[in-house]
């Protein structure tokens, strides 16, 4: 079974990736998987933007056929630049830091109590698991992507932020060092253990 994008008819599905409910009459992308406890397959629903955002090795050919047309060049646009750069499809939230025992996993330092900082998460069998924290500023280098793309990234997930806390985190990801592809080299073993 392909994955299919089709209006919720319940406002009962929550998105997989953000969490939070999909209204009904919304357009919804479903992510075909073998169902463990049964015969045959499921579907997880995620938002649109979501899917976009969030799935990027997938997403691109069911939203090419299905999506809206209004959004389809924008929504191809994000998985395009989850697939350039995917530590950006990493990228969950963003909150300020509610301790300061949180190492970056970018600079590697310390984040300091109430700094602006990025939550990670990694797909693991379908599911996004808690993966860390960069400083806003480390973003773009430690997803080893332009300023731009780090800023536009995380501007999907500042609706819930005050004003203040929204310009702080957009300031220092466009004052922050661009990131270089292939820079930091992924060390497999300890992004698994840490
Ligand atoms: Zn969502
Ligand atoms: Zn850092």
Redesign the pocket.
Known sequence: MPDVIETATTARAKCRACEKTIGKGELRYGEAYENPYGEGEALRWYHLECAALRLPDRAPAVLEASAPEADRARLLALAAEGNEHPRLARVGGVERASSGRSH??????L?EKGAVRVTLQMREEGRFNPAGF??A??LAT?AECPTEAAEKRVSYYTAELDDATREELLTAIRTSNPGTPGSSEEKSGEEAAS
Do not use: A, L, P, Q
Not at 104 to 109: D, F, S
């Open positions: 970056c996993r970018g600079c590697r330092e984040i960069v400083h500023k480390c430690y």
